[in-house]
């Protein structure tokens, strides 16, 4: 069966710091993959997605960034933090134009 | 553009009662449907999915949803609550065509009261 991990489960950083995010997903090959932020109170908001290695598509202009490194490895980085980018962020994976499926998060808080 | 519509922000049953969450979509055509639930601090697990065929569509935990294109809605019902289902709970739309992106409602929380 499938699972998708997402590391770290929670971070505080401050102000400036550069970010990392990482999700890795096991038991299927060439997913498509997807970054969203859940800010407090709202729902889900599209960042990266991408259908294979090296692939980005970005749907909000920001001071994130993505990369995809390897078929089931999907990261979301920063260079420097905005305190608005304090937020839930979840990575997901489908098959082509199935549903998807989500990962459990991480919890960014910026000081 | 695709839309979703959840009006209801926050409800609040007894356990045991019926409920019914609401969600309207927009969008040119038949879309595919989607319901999540999301426990606090917790991803996104789905609930169901529509892509065509029978309108009434059954999924995990007893919960079951209706397409309705006339009302461009798709309803999530659960006849009998338990405490276990108080969460939020999201609607999401794709379009059938183009990006695989989906399109999330603001998400109602329920709230199940003893």
């Known amino acids: 069966s499938q699972t998708i991990h997402q590391w770290p489960a929670t971070l505080v950083q401050p102000v400036g710091s550069p970010l990392s995010l990482e999700c890795t997903v096991e038991?299927?090959?060439?997913?498509?993959l997807y970054w969203y932020r859940q800010a407090a109170g709202r729902g889900l908001q599209l960042l990266f997605y991408s259908v294979g290695i090296g692939q980005i598509s970005s749907e909000v202009p920001q001071n994130l960034s993505a990369s995809r490194p390897q078929d089931r490895q999907f990261i979301l980085s920063s260079k420097k933090l905005l305190l608005s980018d304090s937020g839930f962020y979840l990575c997901a994976w489908s098959r082509a134009s199935y549903e998807q499926y989500f990962g459990p998060g991480t919890r960014l808080t910026v000081t | 553009a695709q839309s979703v519509t959840q009006p209801d922000i926050h409800i609040t049953v007894s356990e045991g009662a019926s409920l019914e969450l609401r969600c309207n979509y927009s969008y040119g055509a038949t879309p595919y449907l989607f319901w999540y639930v999301q426990s606090p601090g917790q991803g996104l697990q789905l609930l169901l999915k529509y892509f065509s065929g029978d309108t009434l569509v059954q999924g995990i935990k007893g919960f079951e949803a209706e397409f309705k294109r006339s009302q461009s809605s798709f309803n999530l019902r659960k006849p009998s609550v338990h405490w276990s289902d108080a969460a939020e709970y999201f609607c999401a739309v794709r379009g059938r065509t183009g990006a695989n992106n989906l399109f999330f409602g603001t998400g109602t929380r329920l709230t199940v009261i003893p």
């Open positions: 038991g299927t090959s060439n997913p498509n």
